[in-house]
């Protein structure tokens, strides 16, 4: 755990496209960009990021049994299903997931679905590099790949919780 005083007047900022990002399996496709995370900050109690959900992708049912996460819809449109219920995903669209709650993204728009996401305690940023591929700004998209057969040992690993298996 970060003490205090390690922490204490330090500041990182990161520019877009200057963190490390990974393209991601089906069925969410597009990419995921951590940006602050222990080992970027120094700071071990939060991770952040961007998640970039290709048209027609979703971010499978899932939920964090060690970890409390916030998304904000920062691009794009879609719906976000918590423990059975439906709302809708539009920019500026909240929200705070605790510990075991069920939760889905699906992307139901043209372009993009753009989440930014806050997960603690960290390790969502492990997660995403463990099954997806290294991700250079601009590169063309990959065609579309399987999650690693392991990905269950992978979550449980990292804090997450697997629900349902498509």
């Known amino acids: 755990m970060s003490s205090p005083d390690s922490i204490r007047g330090r500041a990182v900022v990161v520019q877009p496209g200057r963190g490390p990002s990974y393209w991601q399996p089906v069925p969410a496709n597009g990419h995921a960009d951590p940006a602050l995370f222990p080992g970027s900050t120094g ?28 998304q904000i819809c920062f691009r794009g449109r879609g719906r976000v299903v918590v423990d059975g219920n439906t709302h809708a995903l ?23 679905l753009v989440m930014l996401w806050v997960v603690t305690p960290p390790g969502l940023e492990r997660f995403f590099e463990a099954i997806g591929r290294p991700r250079a700004a ?14 269950v040992a992978i979550e449980r690993a990292l804090g997450m919780n697997d629900t349902v298996r498509s």
Do not use: W
Not at 97 to 112: C, F, Q, S, T
């Open 138 to 151: 601009g590169q063309a998209p990959p065609a579309p790949f399987e999650r690693p057969t392991d990905v």
């Open 43 to 70: 700071f071990d109690g939060l991770s952040m990021g961007f998640q970039s959900i290709a048209p027609g992708g979703r971010i499978r049912e899932h939920s964090h049994g060690e970890q409390v996460e916030l």
């Open 90 to 112: 539009v920019p500026g669209t909240a929200c705070l997931l605790g510990y075991d709650v069920k939760h889905e993204i699906i992307n139901e728009g043209a372009g993009d």
